[in-house]
């Protein structure tokens, strides 16, 4: 199994950034996708999960500013990330559950948000 995240960078306050995960080695359409994040010094937090059936839930401090979605035909998930703070830089990392103890998780990409 492989997730290979890309689309992070360094943006401005109030930018726009999207990530993309692509994933290999699942059954993609039956699969939920996560997104995490690990800010400098802070655990790794929970930011959007979509189902196999597309349904999505957000971390309370992105509601409104991300969105997680999903092209099944590419074995993608996506997370558009709009009006970005300085709070939001961190690593980000896909995620996928293995089972119920365990998941997949890809290297992760950076977003800096700084001006």
């Known amino acids: 199994v492989q997730l290979v995240e890309s689309g992070g960078g360094l943006v401005q306050p109030g930018g726009s950034l999207r990530l993309s995960c692509v994933a290999s080695g699942i059954t993609f359409s039956f699969s939920t996708m996560r997104w995490y994040r690990q800010g400098s010094g802070n655990q790794r937090e929970l930011v959007a999960t979509?189902?196999?059936?597309?349904?999505?839930n957000y971390a309370d401090s992105v509601k409104g500013r991300f969105t997680i979605s999903r092209d099944n035909a590419k074995n993608t998930v996506y997370l558009q990330m709009n009006n970005l703070k300085p709070e939001d830089t961190a690593v980000y990392y896909c995620?996928?559950?293995?089972?119920?103890?365990?998941?997949?998780w890809g290297q992760g990409t950076q977003v800096t948000v700084s001006s």
């Open positions: 995620n996928t559950p293995r089972d119920l103890w365990s998941a997949y």
């Open positions: 979509i189902t196999s059936g597309s349904s999505t």
